[in-house]
């Protein structure tokens, strides 16, 4: 690498010699640095200069990363298991509300809802891949962590609610106009693909971070 590449990684490790998570973050701009290397044709350029405008100075990247330390994984974690959790009980409310209730306009929304399926998975995958997205441009190298323990974490109203339908512990004339066997068959391939999806999200959040 060069020398003076080394120099600001260096300048950065000690800017950030009270932060626990050093190794991880210095592995992380080191790849960054990396990729900048490769991408400069220009012989006499000054790298450290470069590096310092594209990155920031390592003493401000140190108090970037400091700031960051506010927004902790826990509470991470708990937002998006919130959101996760809030969809389904408002798709709870309203499949009750439209069965039970019998109320006109909820049933005009429900007639909209069951013929916009395939919109309806493409917003709940966006919603994943955001989430993705936001850990890693958050927390970045230790975001990975979190990603995984509230994918798993939320995932269970998924498969609870698969659950519930497959084994008819709910009214399954409820959810009629959707049980054809390929939205059952989109349904289990879209869940498989929820943690790829955000994981893609999480590694476009911390080149975003950087």
């Known amino acids: 690498m060069n020398v003076e590449a080394q120099r600001f990684l260096q300048e950065l490790e000690k800017a950030l010699e009270e932060d626990p998570n050093r190794a991880e973050i210095i592995a992380e701009y080191r790849m960054h640095v990396e990729e900048m290397l490769a991408e400069i044709t220009e012989n006499n ?52 509300g439209y069965n039970v209730l019998g109320w006109k306009w909820l049933g005009i929304l429900w007639e909209s ?38 994918f798993l974490i939320g995932i269970i109203p998924n498969l609870l609610l698969m659950y519930l339908i497959v084994f008819r512990l709910i009214p399954y004339e409820w959810f009629d106009p959707l049980l054809d066997r390929s939205f059952i068959v989109l349904s289990i391939l879209c869940t498989v693909a929820l943690y790829p999806i955000s994981l893609i999200g999480y590694h476009w959040g911390r080149k975003a971070s950087v």
């Open 113 to 150: 809802l069951t013929e916009s399926t395939t919109i309806i998975i493409l917003v709940y995958l966006f919603f994943w891949g955001l989430l993705g997205y936001e850990i890693g441009k958050a927390l970045g190298a230790r975001g990975k962590k979190v990603l995984t323990r509230t």
């Open 45 to 96: 350029a000054d790298i450290y200069s470069l590096l310092v405008t594209r990155l920031g100075s390592p003493e401000e990247l140190a108090e970037l990363w400091k700031e960051e330390k506010s927004v902790t994984p826990k509470k991470m974690q708990r937002l998006f298991v919130f959101l996760n959790i809030a969809i389904f009980v408002g798709g709870a409310l309203f499949t009750i």
